[in-house]
C-alpha cells in the first residue's frame, strides 16, 4: 500500500542552523502538508500546500519557514535558523483530495540544541 | 476548521474488552476522520466517515456519525495491547483543506 514516507527519521542540529526536512508523499495526490507536534501536546498545523503554493499557513508558518516541491515527488521543509522551541516532531501528510482521507508520513524527530 | 473534542480523555480496558471513545464537534461537516498515534509515532488514518453516512466498519472497528448532534463514536472490539495508544477524531469541511487536532482519548488496554 502506498505510504508518505519522511526523512531523517532524526534530525540533531544546533541553534541558529537551516534544517531541511523532506518527505515523499503518495504519487497520485495533489495536497500536501506540515504539521508539528511539541512533545506532550496536541498536532498543530503549519502550512498547506496545492498546485505548487501555499494555500494556507498558521500563524507558526513565519518568515523562518519555508516550503518547497522541487521536483514531482518531493516535499521539503525549511527552517532557515532554528530556534529550540522548534524542537518537536514534523509530520508531512497528504491526500487527493479535500474530500477524501489526509495520510500521514511517520515524522521527523527534530532536535535544536 | 473546526477541532473534535474527544471524550473520554482516557480510558483504560482489559484485553478482549470493548472500547468506546466519543468525538463531538460544533458546526457541519463533509467527513469526519479517525487517527490513531502509538506514543511518538506518526499518525495512522483508521477511517474516513463522510456526512450521509451512518456507520461504517473496518475490521474491529465501528464508527457513527450523528449530524443531527454532531457527534461521532469510535468502538475498537475484542482490543488488543496493540490498540494502546491515543485516538484522535478531525472533522473535515469542503472549504478547510486543513486538518485541527485536540486532545484525543487515551486508551490503555491491560493484559
Known amino acids: 500500500e502506498p505510504e508518505v514516507t519522511q526523512t531523517p527519521s532524526h534530525q540533531v542540529t544546533q541553534m541558529g542552523q537551516e534544517v531541511i526536512l523532506r518527505c515523499v508523499p503518495i504519487s497520485n495526490h495533489l495536497y500536501f502538508y506540515w504539521y508539528r507536534q511539541i512533545l506532550g501536546q496536541k498536532v498543530e498545523f503549519l502550512v498547506s500546500?496545492?498546485?505548487?503554493?501555499?494555500?494556507?499557513k498558521s500563524e507558526i508558518f513565519d518568515d523562518q519557514f519555508s516550503v518547497e516541491r522541487p521536483d514531482g515527488s518531493n516535499f521539503t521543509l525549511k527552517i532557515r535558523s532554528t530556534k529550540l522551541e522548534d524542537s518537536a516532531m514534523y509530520f508531512c501528510?497528504?491526500?487527493?483530495?479535500?474530500?477524501?482521507?489526509?495520510?500521514f508520513g511517520p515524522g521527523t524527530r527534530l532536535t535544536v540544541l | 476548521s473546526q477541532q473534535g473534542e474527544e471524550d473520554p480523555q482516557a480510558l483504560s480496558i482489559q484485553e478482549g474488552e470493548n472500547a468506546t471513545m466519543n468525538c463531538s464537534y460544533k458546526?457541519?461537516?463533509?467527513?469526519l476522520q479517525w487517527y490513531r498515534q502509538n506514543s511518538g509515532r506518526g499518525l495512522v488514518h483508521l477511517i474516513l466517515i463522510r456526512s450521509n453516512e451512518r456507520e461504517k466498519h473496518s475490521g474491529r472497528l465501528r464508527v457513527t456519525l450523528d449530524t443531527s448532534k454532531k457527534s461521532s463514536s469510535l468502538l475498537i472490539t475484542a482490543s488488543r495491547a496493540a490498540d494502546t495508544a491515543s485516538y484522535f477524531c478531525?472533522?473535515?469541511?469542503?472549504?478547510?483543506?486543513?486538518?485541527?487536532f485536540g486532545a484525543g482519548t487515551t486508551v490503555t488496554v491491560r493484559a
Open positions: 478531525a472533522p473535515g469541511s469542503s472549504n478547510d483543506y486543513k486538518l485541527s
Open positions: 500546500f496545492y498546485n505548487n503554493e501555499i494555500s494556507e
Open positions: 458546526t457541519s461537516i463533509n467527513n
Open positions: 501528510a497528504s491526500r487527493t483530495s479535500v474530500y477524501n482521507e489526509q495520510f
